[in-house]
């Protein structure tokens, strides 16, 4: 439960922040003049270094939002076969108990052991 909200929480940061650049864009390309070059401010657009701090961060984003996307995939995957074989080993030895204390005869727990164990 833990890690699905740390996992949700980052995702909405991720995307307000993925947003908020793809909006503020536009806005920042206009700021400043271009002066006399006709290439203007040159590959970053007026932005200067906020520009490829913009661009690190977005990337660390990418990254972090990469790795936790695979780590929930993963974590997805093993936590469903375990939770079965949990269920099957417990209500196998629940079984086995209930022999033990001859709340149940041989015959019935031979069948019920078979059919946990197909």
Known sequence: MKHQSITRTCSV??????FLFFLAS?????????GD???????MSGLGWLGMIIMVIFWILVIVGLILLIKWLWLQTQTGSSVTSSRSSSALEILKERYARGEIEKNEFEDKKKDLLT
């Open 13 to 18: 940061i991720f995307l307000n922040v993925f």
């Open 26 to 34: 536009p806005a920042l390309a206009q700021w400043g003049r271009y």
């Open 37 to 43: 070059s006709p290439m203007g401010h040159g590959m």
